[in-house]
C-alpha cells in the first residue's frame, strides 16, 4: 500500500479528523524526549476506544503496517519513536476516567489518562495515586504501564506494576484480553497481565487499566542529611528502616546540589559541606515517630555517618527540601546531559558508583559527572555534562564510549542498564549485558506468540532475529 | 524406556538413595492434600541443586518422560499430582538457605525452603517474612511461588509474587534461567519472573528464588467485631482503611465459629451473638493509632453496622482472638468439608456471598454451609460439610453439581475461581469460567515456548489440545 491509500483506509476505521499526515504533526507525534532519531511515519490516528484500536491493529495484520503507541512521550529509550514509515497510535483522546469504586479503591482509566490526572482523581476523592516522577505532567497511563515506571516512591509503595488491578489489552493478532478482571487474588493460570507490563507495546498495547489507590499519607516529613562517604548511604536506611517505613530515601551528590543552588533560589539544608546526600521522607503520624526519627538521627551523627541534617518542621519546608532533589535535572539540562539509568542491589550501589566514577573520570577528566537518584532502590542516574567547548556529536560519540565500560561494569555486578526508561532503541544493543541468550530467545518466542506478524512497535527492545 | 530403565538412568544423575520407587514412597510423594486421584508415578527422585534439575529435564526431554515437581503437598488444587507414569521430582533436599544480605534485606533460598523455616530465619535476623497461611510449617516456597500463594496478610502485605527479588528457574527446554538478577528496579524487557511465579510448575520449575524481607510487626492489635449484615463489613472496611492501615481483614460466620467453640476451648469474643464477625489487625505504634482505632470503632457502633467487639491489650490476647479464625478449617475437618476458593472484586462480596448461598442452600437444604475467608481482598472459602447419613461419594458428586452453579455466579461477577489455590487437575475444567478462550489459547502458547516437549507437569492448569 502506498502511503496514501493507508492514509485513506485509516480515515474510513476512525473518528472525522484522528488521522492527521501533515509534517508538523508527523514530526511531532514520532518522537520522545530523546531526540535522537528522526521521526519519519506516514500517519498519527487518534483511537478514541479499545474496539478502534483493535479495528487498527486488525487492519495493520491485514496490510502489515508497523503500528507505534505514543503517549506523553517523555520516554528517554525511544520507545515510542517512530522512524520507518509506521502508523503512529496516539492515546491523547483515550483520557477518560471511566469507572471509580471507592470500597475497592480502584479507578478504570483509558491509557491516554495523564499521570498527575489521576493523582489529581484519586485526591479529589481522598485517595491516592502513589507512583510520581519528574514527568507526571506529561505522561500517560498506557505508557507508564508499558515501561512499567518508577519514580521517587518505589521505597514504599513499588512501581506502576504493584497498581495494576486489571488491563485491557490489544494484542499484536488483533484479540481483546481482559487481563485479571480487577481482582485482588486470582490464580488462574499465567498473568498475562505482568506480561503487558513492562513490554513497551511489542506485544500489544494496552488500551485501559483499572489502577488500585491507596490512602493519603500523613504528616510527609523530611529529613535532609549530609554525609562523609558514600558507603554511610547503606548504614543510614538500614538504621531507619529498622524502626521506620520510609517514603522514600534519595541520594544526590554535592555537585548535583550545586547545580540546583546556581540554577535557582534554593537555600542549602545546612552550613555544613558534605560530598554527598541523603533525603528520607516519611509519615510522622505521631510524636513517638518524630522522636524516634531524631533519635536514629542523633544515632548516626554518633556513628560518624552523617556530618549534619535537618528535619522539616512544616509542609512548606518539607516542599522545599524536596526541591534540592527534584530541581536536579531542571538544572543540568542546558548543559546537555547524557543521562544513563542503571541499577544494582541496594547494598552494592557505594562500590559500584566509586568504580564507574573512576572509569569515567580517568578516561575523560574533562567530563563533569552528576549522580543522583533513588538510592534506596539502587537506582542511579549518571548524568554526564558536556564540556562547553566540545560539539555536541562528538560529545554524544564519546559518550557511547562510555556506555560500553559503564555496561561492562552493570554486567560485572549484576545490575541492570535500564532500572525504570526503558529499553526502546536507545538501549537494544546493550540489552545482553542484563539479560541472557537464552532469555532472550524466549522474550522473541513470546513475542511470536502474541504479534506473529511483527507489527507491534517492532524493532524496539530486540531485533526479531 | 521402562519404568525399570527410567530408575536406572535416573539413579546415574542424583546422588546415592535419591532415587525411590518403592510403592510407598510413590503413593506419599504422588499426592498433595486433595487426595481425590490414585497417585501412580514411576519414581521419585530428590535433586540438590539447580544442576541436578538441569539434568533431569534434559534426560526427561530426551525420553519424553513427564516430571510433576513436588514441594511440600499442601496443595488443595492437584497441581502436584502424579497419576500417570511421571517422575515426581521431590524439593526436600533442596532445603538450604544460601545467602543472606541484610543491607538488602533479601534472602536466597532453595525452592525446598519451608515457609515456616523462611519466616523463623527472618525472624532471627530482627526482619520479617510476611506472607502466612495455614499450612505455612510443611508448603515449601517453591510451591508457594508456583501457585503464588496469598493468605492471612494480602491486605497489607499482598501475595507471594511481591516478595521475590530473583528467580532461578529451569525451563522446559532444560535451560537454566536467572531472573531478574535480585534488582529492585529493572525494565529490560518481558519480566519472565512473573510469569513462572502462579505458573504451578507448567514452564518449567523454580529451583532457587531470592526473597525479600520487612522489618517485623510492632505491636500488633486485634479487634473483633460482631456485625448485623454482610454489608457491613464494607462499611467497616472502608472506615477503617481511610485511617489505619489494616494487617489483616477476614471474616467468618457464626456458624464457623460455633465450630471453633465446639472442636476446642476457645471462648466467644464476647455475648453478643451475630451473625458475621470480622477480626481487624494493626499496628498499635501509638497510643494515638489505638485512640483512633477506638475512635472508628465507636463511629461504626453509632451507624449501627457494629454490634459489639472487643480490642486485644496484649499479645496472648490477640493470639487467642485469632484462634476464632484461624482453627476453623480443623474444626471442620472432621465433616469431610468440600472447599471452594473463590473470589470477587471486593465490593460485590456481600451480594455475591449471599446469591451463592441462597442457590446452595434451595437446592440442598440439608447441607451446613461454613463461610469464612479473607474478605479485605475479596477472596471467600465457601466450605460444605457433609451430612452425617450421605455417603463420601453421594456427597463429593452433589458437590460438582453445586460446583456448576458457583461458578456460574462467580462468571456473573466477573470473579475467579481459584483466588489462591490454584488451578491443577481440580479446577482445570472450570478454568473457562475466569479466562476467555483467547486467553487460553494465549497460555498454550506460551507453554509451547517454554516447553515444547509437554513434559512438564503435564495436565495441569490446562490441556494442550
Not at 492514509?7 to 508527523?26: F, H, I, M, Q, S
Not at 516542599?319 to 542503571?342: F, G, M, V
Request: with cysteine; aromatic share 10%.
Amino acid at each position: 500500500m502506498t502511503p496514501e491509500q493507508i492514509v485513506t483506509e485509516l480515515k474510513a476505521l476512525l473518528d472525522d479528523g484522528k488521522v492527521l499526515d501533515d509534517p508538523e504533526n508527523l514530526d511531532h507525534y514520532g518522537r520522545d524526549w530523546t531526540k535522537m532519531h528522526a521521526p519519519k511515519p506516514v500517519a498519527v490516528v487518534f483511537p478514541r476506544s479499545t474496539e478502534q484500536v483493535q479495528a487498527l491493529v486488525r487492519f495493520a495484520n491485514e496490510h502489515r503496517v508497523a503500528l507505534v503507541p505514543s503517549g506523553g512521550r517523555t520516554g528517554l529509550s525511544a520507545g515510542a519513536v517512530a522512524t520507518n514509515g509506521e502508523v503512529v497510535v496516539a492515546f491523547d483522546y483515550m483520557n477518560q476516567v471511566l469507572d471509580f469504586s471507592p470500597s475497592d479503591r480502584t479507578v478504570h482509566c483509558q491509557a491516554g489518562v495523564i499521570t498527575e490526572q489521576l493523582q489529581q482523581f484519586a485526591e479529589d476523592n481522598d485517595l491516592h495515586y502513589p507512583v510520581d516522577f519528574a514527568s507526571a505532567g506529561s505522561s500517560q497511563l498506557g505508557g507508564n504501564l508499558s515501561t512499567n515506571a518508577g519514580g521517587i516512591k518505589v521505597i514504599r509503595y513499588g512501581m506502576s506494576r504493584d497498581w495494576v488491578a486489571g488491563l485491557t489489552v490489544v494484542t499484536g493478532k488483533g484479540d481483546v484480553l481482559h487481563l485479571n478482571r480487577d481482582l485482588e487474588k486470582n490464580n488462574t493460570g499465567y498473568d498475562l497481565r505482568h506480561l503487558f507490563i513492562g513490554a513497551e507495546g511489542t506485544l500489544g498495547f494496552i488500551t485501559e487499566a483499572t489502577m488500585k489507590l491507596t490512602r493519603q499519607p500523613d504528616h510527609l516529613t523530611v529529613l535532609v542529611l549530609g554525609l562523609n562517604d558514600l558507603t554511610n548511604t547503606m548504614d543510614v536506611l538500614q538504621t531507619f528502616q529498622k524502626q521506620i517505613d520510609l517514603t522514600a530515601y534519595e541520594f544526590f551528590s554535592h555537585e548535583a546540589m550545586q547545580h540546583v543552588q546556581t540554577h535557582g533560589s534554593v537555600q542549602a539544608p545546612f552550613e555544613t559541606e558534605a560530598p554527598y546526600y541523603a533525603l528520607l521522607e516519611f509519615e510522622a503520624v505521631s510524636d513517638q515517630v518524630m522522636d524516634d526519627a531524631m533519635t536514629l538521627f542523633e544515632q548516626c551523627m554518633e556513628n560518624g555517618w552523617v556530618m549534619d541534617g535537618v528535619i522539616s518542621q512544616s509542609e512548606t519546608q518539607a516542599h522545599n527540601l524536596w526541591q534540592l532533589r527534584e530541581r536536579i535535572s531542571e538544572s543540568i539540562a542546558p548543559r546537555t546531559p547524557y543521562k544513563n539509568d542503571i541499577s544494582v542491589i541496594v547494598s552494592k550501589v557505594p562500590e559500584f558508583l566509586r568504580e564507574i566514577d573512576d572509569v569515567v573520570t580517568h578516561h575523560y577528566p574533562d567530563f563533569e559527572i552528576i549522580w543522583f537518584g533513588h538510592i534506596g532502590d539502587g537506582n542511579l542516574h549518571l548524568n554526564i555534562l558536556k564540556p562547553e567547548d566540545m560539539s555536541k556529536d562528538d560529545f554524544f560519540g564519546k559518550c557511547q564510549q562510555v556506555n560500553k565500560w559503564v555496561f561492562e561494569i552493570v554486567e560485572r555486578y549484576g545490575g541492570s542498564v535500564s532500572a525504570e526508561h526503558g529499553v526502546g532503541l536507545i538501549k537494544k544493543d546493550y540489552l545482553t549485558y542484563t539479560r541472557s541468550p537464552e532469555e532472550i530467545a524466549y522474550l522473541r518466542g513470546i513475542k511470536q506468540v502474541f504479534d506473529p506478524n511483527g507489527i507491534m512497535n517492532p524493532g524496539k527492545v530486540f531485533d526479531l532475529d
